[in-house]
Nanobody, 117 residues
Framework: VQLVESGGGWVQAGGSLRLSCVASGQSFSTYTMAWYRQAPGKVREFVAEIKMTGLDAYNRDTVKGRFTISRDRPPNTVTLQMNNLEPEDTAVYYC???????????WGQGTQVTVSS
């Protein structure tokens, strides 16, 4: 099983980035797909998730309506569109897949997002 993220990089404040995560190795049709992030010196925090039904949820305090999560299946791809980026969004962004009961969970290796002021 693999979760492979892409799309990270450097952007100026106010810019946009689109992160993608491709899940492979098994079926993820019943999994919730999510994005987390971890800034230097901080704990990993939830950003957004999308359930197998398509229902999405966001960390409203962090995202503030700027990010949109979506998924395509097949393939097992989850995308995070990030607009109006702020320096505080600088972090390593991780893709996550988990069953609703969390009895099965996988993480990607992460992709760096750097936002300069």
């Amino acid at each position: 099983v693999q979760l492979v993220e892409s799309g990270g990089g450097w952007v100026q404040a106010g810019g946009s980035l689109r992160l993608s995560c491709v899940a492979s190795g098994q079926s993820f049709s019943t999994y919730t797909m999510a994005w987390y992030r971890q800034a230097p010196g901080k704990v990993r925090e939830f950003v957004a998730e999308i359930k197998m039904t398509g229902l999405d949820a966001y960390n409203r305090d962090t995202v503030k309506g700027r990010f949109t999560i979506s998924r395509d299946r097949p393939p097992n791809t989850v995308t995070l569109q990030m607009n109006n980026l702020e320096p505080e969004d600088t972090a390593v962004y991780y893709c996550n897949a988990h069953t609703p009961a969390y009895d099965s969970e996988y993480w990607g290796q992460g992709t760096q997002v750097t936002v300069s002021s």
